[in-house]
């Protein structure tokens, strides 16, 4: 997925797989923005999360209690 936030009024959005359909959209509903907005951060955040170390053990035990 890519996601270009302007100002945080505006956004283009679209996948980022050639093989698929390059479609991308516009937006300036604010719902829509704070949402993608938000789930760009959420990968962040996960991601920042991921890296220390002291959460890695807990990252894979609830996960594989998710998963089973």
Known sequence: MVILS???NEM???P???EWEM???YTDE???IYLLENYIWHDILV???VKEKVMETW???E???FFQ
């Open 23 to 25: 479609a991308f959209y």
């Open 6 to 8: 302007i100002d945080g």
């Open 59 to 61: 990252i894979s035990r």
């Open 63 to 65: 996960r594989d209690e």
């Open 12 to 14: 283009l959005y679209g």
């Open 16 to 18: 980022s797989v050639l």
């Open 30 to 32: 604010p719902v829509h």
């Open 47 to 49: 991601n920042r999360i």
